[in-house]
């Protein structure tokens, strides 16, 4: 059975919570629809589950690593390396596309575009969006 990784983004204390994390509390976890949810109602357990406020952002292993094997995670800033460019790269974002059922790489200039990762010969993971979000700014 494929066991899906997924991380946390804490916003208020700027702290990034790989999944499982026992300091991410043991009544926290993650619906079907990535909505990260409370098991706990005040302190009562709760038949229905309670989503959590805007503090904590859900993201997603893809399941692929880059060129130096380092596993891509959902919210990852890339350097993207295209077959049509050669040696031209670009600063993306890894992201799942609904519409294509499919992990991206989204540009960060509109200028860019998508590209499926199978398209790219050379992805370089350079930081995320969270803590690094100066790289999608083109600063790196």
């Known amino acids: 059975?494929?066991?899906?990784?997924?991380?946390?983004?804490?916003?208020?204390?700027?702290?990034?919570?790989?999944?499982?994390a026992a300091e991410l509390y043991e009544e926290l976890f993650i619906r079907a629809d990535g909505v990260l949810c409370n098991v706990l109602d005040g302190a009562e357990l709760s038949s229905?589950?309670?989503?959590?406020?805007?503090?904590?952002?859900?993201?997603?292993?893809?399941?692929?690593?880059?060129c130096e094997g380092k596993e891509?995670?959902?919210?990852?800033?890339?350097?993207?390396?295209?077959?049509?460019?050669?040696?031209?790269?670009?600063?993306?974002?890894?992201?799942w596309d609904n519409d294509k059922s499919s992990f991206i790489a989204k540009g960060a200039s509109e200028n860019t575009g998508y590209y499926f990762f199978w398209e790219c010969p050379r992805i370089k993971v350079?930081?995320?969006?969270?803590?690094?979000?100066?790289?999608?700014?083109?600063?790196?």
Not at 1 to 20: A, C, G, L, S
Not at 73 to 88: A, K, P, Q
Not at 128 to 140: A, D, Q, T, V, Y
């Open 126 to 140: 350079i930081g995320n969006r969270f803590s690094n979000s100066e790289l999608l700014e083109g600063k790196e």
């Open 1 to 20: 059975m494929t066991r899906f990784k997924f991380r946390v983004w804490d916003k208020e204390e700027k702290h990034m919570h790989y999944m499982p």
């Open 72 to 95: 891509i995670w959902e919210g990852d800033v890339l350097r993207v390396f295209t077959r049509e460019r050669h040696n031209e790269s670009f600063i993306g974002v890894a992201l």
């Open 48 to 66: 229905d589950p309670v989503p959590v406020d805007d503090r904590y952002e859900v993201s997603f292993d893809t399941g692929l690593y880059d």
